[in-house]
């Protein structure tokens, strides 16, 4: 074992998006408040921030439209000091796609009602948010993976960085440099939907013991220019429908951000019957709908990226709270997957985590016990109320589109309730049918490298980077499950669902059949596999810190 260095430090905070850097902005605030009394209990500089692009706003991609009630409440001049804030929202619409027609909703839908909200590239929102924490004095590290907990008992104590200088075959390069242990008297886990060493601490610690199980929908994203006049700035734009079956959760989105850039996507639960189902596909050919065509037609597409979206809702947050650590934001599961919107609700759960943590190191107690009043807090705040009033939402479309619809509608008028107080759920990998259970096969979109394209273009578009000598961060426990029995089984699902053509199936030398091709370098980090897979034995883990996409824009 490597010699390690060991850093203290009052709080440490894991990932740097909106709710680890909204954690952190509000205890600076803390601090300053009462810094006049002489009474703090921590400073600004004992606050550290582990992020694992190798600046922030790197990894961080959304739709995305933002609900400006957490930010109001954190930074009330948030106009004043130059939020890039690209566009409000000034018309909403929602359409029901067919192959080749659509149908307008007369009435919006009322959680599809934007008015008051902001369209944002969430990468540059994230990098204004962190020069506030920044300029505090707050300690932030780009570039650093959280790879390991460290645990006295059971209790978190904070977390082991990654080794850096290590090549594909295990061995140190002449450039190591072994991680560091960070001690923390308070740990927060931000790290964003199914985070590695949030999974790894669920686990251990049974967090999720009586919970619904987690349910991801996977969001395919491009930004396109276009000519003038296309869309008015600020419209804001769903559909429901094709090319999603009636059988399946999600939808598209289509932003303009200005007169001439537009944010387009599409999510789609990861509980598909079909192992053959490609979320990428499906956002492909989605673009050749002839209204969607007419928008994009004679543009260019500029960005690409993808990433996953917690959609279990209320029912499936784990306990938040454990000596020693809180987990927030979207890494616990606090998204509204009806409204599809979860960085107000990210920020929020930070910032009253960090009053939380104040208060438990002003009083001398880091335990549970001490840490418990973020559980209180954020249950008696607005974000219990939002998320209540959809407790029940995802759950309700267990059984496809338009019953969803149906479940939906009762639960408007019920409060969230719906027919039952509570719905119970299946994790999403065990609704994957074996390939004799499925007829039919899935339409293909034709990448025409204009409207359409192939992942691997898109992945070229996400400015995805990995150093080609790592070891892989994608560790699969049995590759004769995936070489011999997933074949026969299920058609290698992951060569489909991964975004990214990270996993493909290549003939073997002796011509005996395929074998699985991992490509580590393109992966985008929405960790689909880790979520997707039928048999549950791939695991993702943090590569090395640095490497991944760069959502520029997104």
Not at 333 to 341: A, D, V, Y
Not at 376 to 399: A, C, D, I, L, T
Not at 400 to 413: K, N, S, T
Request: one cysteine or more; aromatic letters at 10%; hydrophobic letters at 35%.
């Amino acid at each position: 074992m490597p010699e390690r260095e060991t850093l203290e430090t009052d709080v440490l905070i894991v990932g740097a998006g909106p709710a680890g850097l909204s954690c952190a902005l509000r205890l600076s605030q803390l601090i300053q408040a009462r810094q006049g009394s002489g009474d703090s209990p921590l400073s600004a500089d004992n606050i550290y921030v582990l992020e694992k692009a190798e600046e922030l706003g790197a990894h961080s991609l959304s739709g995305a439209v933002l609900d400006p009630r957490a930010l109001g409440e954190l930074v009330p001049d948030f106009e004043a000091k130059g939020a890039p804030l690209e566009t409000p929202v000034t018309g909403d619409s929602v359409y029901y796609f067919t192959r080749s027609g659509q149908f307008k909703a007369p009435i919006n839908p009322p959680f599809f009602h934007n008015h008051g909200n902001y369209i944002v590239s969430l990468n540059r929102f994230v990098k204004w948010l962190g020069t506030q924490v920044e300029g505090t004095g707050v300690n932030l590290f780009p570039g650093f993976s959280g790879m390991d907990v460290l645990f006295d008992g059971d209790r978190v104590a904070g977390v082991r960085t990654d080794d850096k200088g290590i090549d594909k075959n295990g061995r140190q390069k002449s450039n190591y440099q072994p991680g560091y242990d960070l001690r923390a008297k308070v740990t927060v886990f931000a790290e964003g939907p199914r985070g590695s060493l949030t999974k790894h601490l669920v686990r251990r610690l049974k967090l999720d013991a009586g919970c619904n199980p987690q349910a991801y929908g996977i969001g395919v994203k491009e930004l396109w220019d276009v000519p003038a006049g296309r869309l008015p700035k600020g419209q804001v734009v769903h559909t429901a429908g094709w090319p999603l079956s009636a059988k399946q959760f999600g939808g598209a989105f289509l932003y303009a951000m200005s007169d001439t850039r537009l944010s387009l996507g599409l999510v789609s639960g990861l509980d598909a019957d079909d192992p053959r189902f490609d979320g990428h596909n499906a956002f492909q050919l989605w673009k050749t709908h002839p209204w969607v065509r007419s928008l994009l037609e004679g543009g260019q597409m500029v960005r690409y990226g993808a990433k996953t979206v917690p959609e279990g809702g209320y029912f499936a947050i784990p306990n938040t709270v454990m000596d020693g650590a809180l987990i927030v934001g979207d890494s616990a599961g606090f998204l509204n997957s009806q409204r599809l919107k979860g960085i107000h609700l990210a920020m929020k759960t930070g910032m009253l985590a960090a009053e939380s943590i104040f208060e438990a190191l002003a009083g001398g107690d880091t335990s549970a016990k001490g840490l418990q009043r973020f559980d209180e807090k954020w249950r008696s705040s607005w974000v219990h109320e939002e998320m209540w009033k959809v407790r029940n939402y995802h759950q309700g479309f267990e059984h496809g589109f338009f019953p969803g619809m149906i479940q939906g509608a009762l639960q408007f008028v019920t409060g969230g309730r719906g027919l039952h107080a509570r719905y119970r759920s299946r994790a999403d990998f065990e609704h994957v049918k074996k390939l004799v259970e499925i007829n039919g096969r899935p339409e293909r979109a034709r990448p025409d490298g204009k409207l359409t394209f192939d992942k691997l273009k898109d992945v070229y578009h996400s400015a995805t980077h990995h150093d080609e000598d790592q070891p892989s961060h994608l560790r699969i426990a049995d590759f004769d499950i995936c070489n011999d029995r997933c074949v026969k089984e299920y058609g290698n699902p992951c060569q489909y669902f991964c975004p990214a053509q990270v996993y493909e199936m290549e003939e073997k030398a002796d011509g005996s059949g395929q074998r699985l091709k991992l490509n580590p370098s393109n992966c985008v980090h929405c960790k689909t596999c880790d979520i997707a897979d039928p048999y549950q034995i791939i695991t993702w883990v943090c590569p090395e810190g640095g490497g991944g996409p760069h959502y520029e824009g997104m």
